[in-house]
């Protein structure tokens, strides 16, 4: 491995933790003239007037690779030279260095779930419609809270502050909106000093500055520091704030907030970083938390719709991030604080960068967020940092955001081969080797319907009639099984007929009626066969059919011995977002393929896997892969036709609808079935549909808004010829929208203003999930019901990796 070598940058440094070292001055190399040009934008911030001095640390590999002071540290009322020891009001960095940290703690040790309602454990907390506001919610900012609390009048005492926080008032509903509070850290400051018995400055003092070993970092600093300390502003009555906390907030509360109150230097910073990354990493440290939970914390920890990236307490990717500069990864963390002090911290790279000056001096704030950022791309840069494309989030959320400034995708124009196409590419291989497998002979059945067609638009019927009849000696398609709606997909009753394909005079067996065994292969059918086909475009919906008759499938090959092939083809909603409730483990169904969320993320054949593993079926399965399919690739990326998989999923937009409205059809609404728009409305006669439209518009739910509309289904569907009213559901960003969670918001919704004429409970039909129903009917926030099944989100999501072919 290249050596790096180093240079000496400032004469005395003294070690600042177990793992970062002194720099040598024979260990001059390339990082002197990489990092130079740090030099040259302070410079520049200081001649604009944007900052009167500044001290930069930078950390690489467990060591301090630059170090250095520039400017003054006071320009009013005395000039005084800017020294690398110099103490500086931390502003908020205070949130995530003493505040985040001590509720992590806190986390660890038991004393609270992130998704528990903070008014559990500050009952005042709940006051003006604040019930349902999660600790995680506080610590990523989507709480829905005001920026600070009144300042307009006087007021004064810690008390008084929190009383004023615990008073304020949501702008929005908790969980939609990402809304920078310091309210939310004040809370948080009391939460901590709620549970731990201690004030925030003890507990800071005893569980986090103690055992980190730092030196100069504490709230409210002794005048013996006040030297040391960069002045600041000068307050409203005319005097230069020094060792006295700028934020107005925190110094009325008395100093010590969990929003502001943090006083610290370059050096305790630094060892602060370090032993972050010597923790994360599984080296030796003195971090205050495990490994575990502090992965957690510096992870995206926001709600699965949310537009800004957040960890525990830390920012990853928002509008706040400008110090993250051009080349560290989106997944990466940081903060910055008002006063002019700023933290990043890069796990990939091992680096840190530390920006720490008084910017408000002597007057007010200036605007440094580019010059923070320039510095912080210097010193990627230095260390070898380049654009990773989105590879380091994607690690950790499951989906390439390397523009998730707003979390916007690009739509990819790609060019997918389905599994029926990679078959006739590779001349029936796959069914070659089953031929052989046989003794020389090969009886295919196949389950397929009108989706089931290659590239050049030939049923997958007649492909294996023809051309793999002839191309394989020994093959022949016996049977064609068809699942709900026929082979043609067309008939939207249970009483479908078995029948005789036209084109190849082979018998059609339907598998769908009104019992079960009527939904199986029957025994006598398989035994007939050696392998079955399967050849299906999915809806990526737990509650959609055709999965359920892919399991049925298994269930009787793992009986019978007979091979199964599916033909993959690609998940409409895109196989990168997991969404909804799991249904309960004893449910399964025909409408429950099995104890899965509602939003899966799976194609066909990752789900057949997924269902012939987790349940210990062990059917002799072969899944014919696409190619060129991307997980984050919605249908519409793919450059393949749309068939409507079923009659009312007419176009990818009621497809994606289906996973939110399908959720909620069971009840006494109509979905839009029987009108032009299916999935795309909701309504019924007793609906008031502005009123409807008004109360969920004013839940601003990301990516959706609703307007009112009336319609008339037709027969045979619900409230046929009667003109309903309702709500059109439109859709400004796919990409933040949690549909399960939009189904229920729905519900909720008709709920609250209907409750006497809809009919909640009939919801758990495809719901299948006794914990949300009970939720939904004790009136809990919808919001608050979704942030508690995402933990067994997460765990499906970590079981359904082994079985992911993209």
């Avoid at 520091?225 to 008395?254: C, F, K, N």
């Avoid at 495990?290 to 957690?296: D, F, Y």
């Avoid at 006063?339 to 001096?361: E, F, K, M, Q, R």
């Avoid at 993959?568 to 099995?594: C, E, T």
Wanted: charged content about 20%; aromatic content about 8%.
């Amino acid at each position: 491995m290249r050596k790096r070598r180093y240079v000496l940058l400032i004469a005395g440094l003294l070690c600042l933790s177990c793992c970062s070292e002194f720099i040598h001055a024979s260990e001059i190399g390339e990082h002197k003239q990489d990092l130079s040009s740090i030099d040259q934008i302070i410079a520049r911030g200081i001649q604009e007037k944007k900052i009167p001095g500044a001290v930069v640390i930078v950390g690489h590999n467990g060591k301090i690779i630059f170090r250095k002071a520039y400017g003054m540290r006071s320009l009013e009322p005395t000039q005084e030279r800017m020294t690398e020891n110099t103490i500086f009001d931390m502003a908020s960095l205070t949130k995530p260095l003493m505040t985040a940290t001590a509720v992590m703690q806190l986390y660890q040790e038991g004393r609270f779930r992130l998704n528990d309602p903070v008014s559990e454990y500050l009952p005042a907390f709940a006051a003006n419609g604040k019930q349902d506001i999660t600790i995680r919610q506080l610590l990523t900012h989507y709480s829905g809270l005001p920026p600070d609390v009144p300042l307009a009048d006087t007021w004064s005492g810690k008390e008084e502050g929190f009383r004023r926080a615990f008073a304020s008032v949501p702008m929005t509903p908790p969980g939609v909106q990402f809304r920078y509070s310091d309210i939310n850290f004040i809370v948080l400051g009391a939460l901590v000093e709620k549970l731990s018995g201690l004030t925030l400055d003890e507990y800071a003092s005893k569980y986090i500055i103690a055992p980190l070993g730092l030196k100069h970092t504490r709230f409210l600093p002794p005048a013996s520091w006040r030297p040391l300390i960069a002045p600041t502003q000068y307050d409203e009555h005319g005097v230069m704030l020094r060792g006295v906390v700028h934020d107005p907030t925190s110094r009325r509360m008395g100093g010590v907030a969990g929003h502001a109150g943090l006083f610290s230097c370059a050096d305790d910073v630094a060892v602060y970083a370090q032993n972050l990354l010597d923790r994360l990493a599984g080296r030796p440290s003195h971090f205050p938390l495990s490994r575990m939970t502090l992965e957690k914390m510096t992870t995206p920890g926001q709600p699965a719709t949310g537009t800004s990236l957040r960890g525990l307490g830390w920012d990853i990717e928002s509008p706040f991030s400008s110090n993250r500069g051009e080349l560290f990864p989106v997944g990466s963390f940081g903060h910055t604080g008002f006063t002019g002090t700023s933290l990043w911290i890069d796990p990939v790279s091992d680096t840190y960068v530390v920006i720490l000056t008084n910017a408000v001096h002597p007057h007010g704030p200036t605007g440094i967020n580019a010059l923070r950022g320039e510095i912080a791309t210097v010193a990627a840069a230095a260390v070898g940092v380049a654009p990773d494309g989105g590879r380091y989030i994607a690690r950790l959320t499951g989906y390439n955001e390397s523009l998730s400034g707003t979390r916007l995708w690009q739509a990819r124009n790609g060019e997918v081969e389905t599994g029926i196409d990679v078959l006739e590419e590779d001349h029936f291989a796959e069914l070659a080797d089953l031929v052989r497998k046989h003794g020389g002979r090969l009886r295919v059945g196949l389950l397929t319907n009108q989706t089931g067609v290659d590239a050049k638009g030939r049923r997958t019927i007649d492909v294996l009639a023809r051309d793999a009849e002839a191309s394989v000696p020994g093959l022949q398609l016996k049977i064609i099984f068809s699942p709900e709606h026929g082979v043609n997909g067309a008939l939207d009753t249970t009483d479908i007929q078995n029948s005789t394909d036209a084109a190849t005079g082979l018998p059609v067996i339907s598998l769908y009626g009104s019992t079960d065994a009527q939904r199986r292969p029957s025994p006598e059918a398989l035994k007939s066969l050696d392998v079955v086909v399967v050849d299906l475009q999915d809806a990526g919906v737990r509650y959609y059919t055709y999965e359920a008759a892919v399991r049925y499938f298994l269930e009787a090959a793992a009986k019978t011995n007979t091979d199964i092939v599916v033909l993959d083809r690609p998940d409409p909603l895109n196989g990168s977002f997991v969404q909804g409730p799991i249904s309960d483990a004893s449910r399964s169904s025909y409408v429950d393929v099995m104890s899965i969320p509602v939003r899966h993320g799976l194609t066909i054949g990752e789900l057949a896997q997924y269902i012939n593993g987790a349940l210990g079926l062990h059917a002799p399965l072969t899944v014919v892969r696409m190619k060129g399919w991307q997980r984050g690739d919605w249908f519409d990326s793919t450059g393949l036709t749309w068939i409507n998989p079923s009659p009312n999923l007419r176009s990818l937009q009621e497809a994606m609808l289906y996973s939110a409205i399908g959720l909620i059809e069971t009840t006494n609404i109509s979905v839009g079935r029987g009108t032009d728009a299916p999935f795309e409305q909701i309504g019924a006669p007793w609906i008031d549909g502005r009123e409807l439209a008004s109360y969920l518009n004013k839940r601003y739910l990301p990516g959706v808004r609703f307007v009112p509309v009336t319609f008339t289904p037709q027969k045979p569907y619900p409230f046929a010829d009667q003109v309903c009213s309702g709500v059109n559901i439109l859709v400004t960003n796919r990409n933040v929208v949690d549909m399960p969670e939009l189904g229920l918001e729905i519900a909720s919704a008709l709920h609250k203003l209907y409750g006497s004429q809809f009919q909640l409970a009939k919801i758990d039909t495809l719901l299948a999930n006794s914990d949300v129903l009970h939720a939904l009917l004790n009136g809990e926030d919808p919001q608050r019901i979704a942030e508690n099944w995402q933990s067994s989100a997460q765990q499906f999501e970590a079981a359904r990796r082994p079985y992911l072919l993209y």
